[in-house]
Nanobody, 127 residues
Framework: QVQLTESGGGLVQAGGSLRLACTAS????????MGWFRQAPGKEREGVSC????????YPTDSVKGRFTISRDNAKKTLYLQMNSLKPEDTAMYYC????????????????????WGQGTQVTVSS
C-alpha cells in the first residue's frame, strides 16, 4: 500500500522560512517524478513545484520561483520543499504527490497526472 506522509508545516511570520518533508512507502521512490501542491481555503488546488526522478530537473510555478526549492533524497525516500521569504498568500494546505503513469524525467503541475497523494500539512503565514 502506497503511503505518503507530509510534515514540517506550521505558523510562521511573513518573511520567515519552513521546510516541508514528504516520506513515502509502498513504492520504489526513485522511479517516479514527484510534486508539491497547495490548496488555500475557497481556492482550487494548484501546483507549487515538481521534480524529476533524479532531481536534476525541477519546475517551480512562477509565484514561488526564487523563494521555494524542491529537492529529493532517494536514499531516504524523502521529498523536500524549502520555503523562504514566505508571504501571507502562501497560506494553504500543502500536499506531496507521485505520478507513476508518466515519464519520470520531467513533470508538470497538472493535478490529474498525479495518482498518489499525502494527507497534507498546513502552512500558515501571518502578516
Amino acid at each position: 500500500q502506497v503511503q505518503l506522509t507530509e510534515s514540517g508545516g506550521g505558523l510562521v511570520q511573513a518573511g520567515g522560512s519552513l521546510r516541508l518533508a514528504c516520506t513515502a512507502s509502498g513504492l520504489t521512490f526513485a522511479n517516479y517524478a514527484m510534486g508539491w501542491f497547495r490548496q488555500a481555503p475557497g481556492k482550487e488546488r494548484e501546483g507549487v513545484s515538481c521534480i524529476s526522478w533524479s532531481g536534476r530537473s525541477t519546475y517551480p510555478t512562477d509565484s514561488v520561483k526564487g523563494r521555494f526549492t524542491i529537492s529529493r533524497d532517494n536514499a531516504k525516500k524523502t521529498l523536500y520543499l524549502q520555503m523562504n521569504s514566505l508571504k501571507p498568500e502562501d497560506t494553504a494546505m500543502y500536499y506531496c504527490a507521485f505520478r507513476t503513469a508518466y515519464s519520470a524525467d520531467a513533470c508538470g503541475p497538472i493535478i490529474d497526472k498525479y495518482n498518489y497523494w499525502g494527507q497534507g500539512t498546513q502552512v500558515t503565514v501571518s502578516s
